[in-house]
């Protein structure tokens, strides 16, 4: 099953009078690019961490923030002042600039709860509570990655769906080719009858198709049905296929260009424009998978 890059994941784990958050999003990227927030007490997990992130996540722009919150009322925990007293100026200023009156009494706790407000004493965390991180860290990736399958699934539906609108459109090519030879062999001898001048039948024939093999299509079209069958199988049995399946987009696309140089005619033409079309949002869409 494919997998779209954009995904949003959240698990939380309660452990000694505390709440542990992991909160991780993904957005599309050639690489694993990982954005990293820990409280202090945790930082020596951060390598465990981003271990597993790019075990699990493989590829995407991701930011993945652990917060910790204390449930309890009498704790060994303490206000961090300077932090606090910064977010109340910026509640402060927010407001203000809203035009909403300030009332403490519905801000405060809000401030509260902001990341890293209220903070441990002791600078390590037990054992028990680096497990907890590190529990609440992996089911936000399962939860991450239970929604990249979901979008994944759409989009994959998605690039099937043009990929079998650009075949339909290439078999539609194919009652206009005989009407194009005939239009070519037309002009050509038109064009002689203009000049007046006499030429040998058996040569001019010859050259004729000469001249319409050039603007034979043929191969193109078996090969573009070879990209789209090709790309069916891939989506359907290959992880993580996105850059291939960018790769042959960029091959569909080279049968196509060539297909619409060598048209001559109006007809293949539009289709070809169409066929474009489609593949320009294949490939706009393929950067979102895996």
């Given amino acids: 099953m494919q997998k779209s890059m954009t995904g949003f994941g959240k698990s939380e784990v309660a452990i000694n009078g505390k709440t542990i958050t992991a909160e991780i999003r993904s957005l599309n990227s ?8 820990t409280p202090a007490a945790y930082r020596e997990l951060e390598n465990d961490i981003r271990s597993l992130v790019s075990k699990r996540v493989v590829r995407g722009k991701v930011d993945l923030l652990v917060s910790v919150v204390s449930t309890e009322v009498a704790t060994a925990s303490r206000i961090d002042k300077p932090l606090f007293a910064a977010y109340i100026k910026q509640m402060n200023e927010a407001l203000a600039y809203a035009g909403v009156e300030v009332d403490y009494e519905a801000i405060i706790p809000v401030v509260m709860k902001m990341p890293n407000v209220i903070q441990a004493d002791t600078a390590d965390a037990s054992e028990e509570e680096k497990k907890a991180v590190m529990t609440a860290v992996e089911g936000a990736i399962d939860k991450l990655e239970a929604f990249r399958k979901q979008e994944g699934a759409i989009l994959i539906a998605d690039l099937l769906r043009r990929v079998d609108l650009i075949e339909q459109m290439r078999n539609e090519i194919i009652p206009f080719e005989a009407a194009r030879t005939e239009a070519v062999r037309q002009r050509i001898r038109e064009g002689i009858e203009k000049l007046g001048v006499e030429v040998d039948n058996n040569r001019l024939e010859q050259e004729m198709i000469f001249y319409i093999e050039k603007l034979d299509i043929t191969e193109e079209k078996v090969r573009l049905e070879n990209h789209c069958k090709y790309f069916r199988e891939v989506a359907a049995t290959e992880e993580a296929a996105g850059r291939k399946l960018g790769f042959i987009a960029q091959e569909m696309g080279r049968e196509i260009n060539t297909t619409g140089s060598k048209a ?14 489609e593949l320009e949002k294949i490939k706009e869409q393929v950067l979102n998978i895996l």
Wanted: aromatic share 0%; charged share 35%.
């Fill in 30 to 37: 050639k690489q694993l690019d990982l954005g990293l927030k």
């Fill in 264 to 277: 001559n005619q109006h007809d293949i033409q539009k289709l070809v424009v169409k066929m474009k079309d």
